[in-house]
DNA sequence: TCCTACATGTAAGGCGTTACATGATTTA
DNA sequence: TAAATCATGTAACGCCTTACATGTAGGA
């Protein structure tokens, strides 16, 4: 259950409601974890009943009430046990990945333009990267005057950076590749 | 349904046993797809009764029985559907990237050791792939010779050596940060 | 003698997505 | 007037993992 483990150490950064736990997935998490508001909602219940996290209900005037859940002690202590143990290594899921795989099915022509469309999605998420890393983190990852707060999420932000730019060279790489081919098979 | 697609893209590359197949996943695609016996079985029955595949019984001496797969032309036309359409972006999870967001929960060295164990987990899957390129693309990713045959299927080993060689990287850089904030820790 | 490879299946339960459901306030 | 934001929940369905189940042959 490394949802469950997620909210505890998002919670453990200060308190917050269902609906702003399920907006830090979405905002600066996405690339190693995500998780819908309707898994949240039953999941911070089951929590809340093994004593993990307590809530408060707050009133409020113009906008619905809201819970908003804090850790507790044992909350906390199941985090940290959870976070000293290196999980096995993820088994990740890429579906345009996939299709590249087969694209021998494919005229030449239709996989540069599949290629070509992968590297734009990539760049997009990249521009959306470099912005958040540019409003949250505007010294750099290396500052000497930035204390440890933020330093593991702008850690893996730059991972998220670094993954983005490696997937555009791939795309760059394999496209060539391909072009090359054209040009030889006109040549032929 | 992307592993129904990604059964057909296997047999559109040659007939096949479901166990075969199982294996397919196991050693090459382990990057970007996975799938167990479990869940294949049962896919390939219904496949059939769709039509989109056919098999053959094999009857063995020495070995168990086996039902050997090929695709049918609708099939091989399902399949090229599903390839023309470029995916959104795929949500990959990592439990461990996860966990370094959360590392200010623990020491500066227990955080640096689970960085370690991580840039381990990666040189570990990266000599692999490597293995597997030395054995099945000797020749390297641009050479003129090679055919279309298995130009993909190299296409996308070295999309994951790519990936594991900067996974490694950020380790690499991560490690440095923190072992500069030790040692700044200690100074002052 | 034990483990691995070959080969195919089923069952239970957990995890995750999509859709349904409500409703006030602010912004375009 | 339409959409987005805030805010919480449920229900159905599908995907995936883990475990159960069986049996032979060959190598360490």
Sequence with gaps: MSLKHALLGLLSEGEATGYDLTKMFELSMSHYWHAGHSQIYPLLDDMEKQGLIVFEHVVQKDKPNKKVYRLTLPGRAALIAWLKVEPPPSRHKDESLLKVRFFENLPLQDAI?????????????????????????????????????????????????????DSIRWCRWAITQLRRRVRESRGV
């Design 113 to 165: 333009a599949l290629l070509r469309a992968r590297r734009c999605s990539h760049q997009a998420t990249l521009d959306n990267f470099r912005k958040l890393e540019a409003t949250y983190f505007p010294e750099g990852p290396d500052t000497k005057r930035s204390g440890l707060g933020n330093l593991y999420a702008h850690f893996t932000l730059r991972r998220g950076i670094l993954y983005e730019q």
